[in-house]
């Protein structure tokens, strides 16, 4: 199972003219629709005097989530070009938005279709690529002389405590990568005196 997946950090911003067309670009790291839509709507109220706003977006480890938009252009002749950016990065978790400010001289569906690739290129190349994991956090649950066990319990597995609760007794929680989470459950429920939360 594959629980790594390349994104972007933060956002970026890309820039390309062609025949006095200016196309602007940003690229943003996403994780829903929602996330989308907002962005979506923030670049058009900055921009409410341009003429095209295409998109594309691809979210989830495998890239289950996607959809590129022309926004008035002739079909497929911007979202996709930008879905491509995207998947040639090999990214995930990423929307690129590119902004149209027509130059008064038509580009052709050739033209269009470099314009919106190299504009996503130009944001998706300022970005700082990041690898992510994704994980489940897992628990465990002991009594106190018990507790350094379950501290090395997730030492010796490379894991680090993200939260712990010391009271009567005590809980400790790491983030596990979701490939190693079934084995990991396995062998705290095997370990003697230590429970799984």
């Known amino acids: 199972m594959n629980d790594t997946y390349k994104t972007i950090a933060g956002s970026s911003e890309g820039f390309y003219k062609e025949k006095g067309s200016k196309f602007i670009s940003y690229a943003f790291p996403v994780n829903s629709e929602e996330n989308v839509k907002q962005h979506l709507d923030d670049l058009k109220k900055q921009y409410h005097d341009a003429r095209h706003h295409c998109y594309a977006y691809l979210i989830g480890v ?24 995207i998947k040639s990065f090999e990214l995930s978790g990423v929307l690129v938005v590119v902004i149209r400010y027509f130059g008064g001289t038509k580009l052709g569906v050739g033209g269009l279709i470099n314009a919106y690739k190299t504009a996503a290129q130009e944001a998706l190349n300022n970005a700082t690529i990041i690898k992510k994991t994704l994980t489940e956090r897992i628990g465990i649950h002991c009594e106190y002389p018990m507790l350094n066990d379950a501290i090395r319990f997730f030492k010796d597995k490379n894991l680090e405590i993200v939260n712990q609760e010391l009271m009567i007794d005590c809980k400790l929680w790491a983030d596990v990568p ?10 705290i429920k095997n370990y003697h005196k230590l429970k799984l939360i």
């Open 62 to 85: 495998n890239g289950e989530i996607f959809r590129s938009n022309d926004d008035g252009e002739p079909n497929h002749s911007a979202g996709d070009p930008i879905l491509g950016q």
């Open 178 to 187: 979701l490939s190693d989470a079934p084995q990991i459950k396995e062998d």
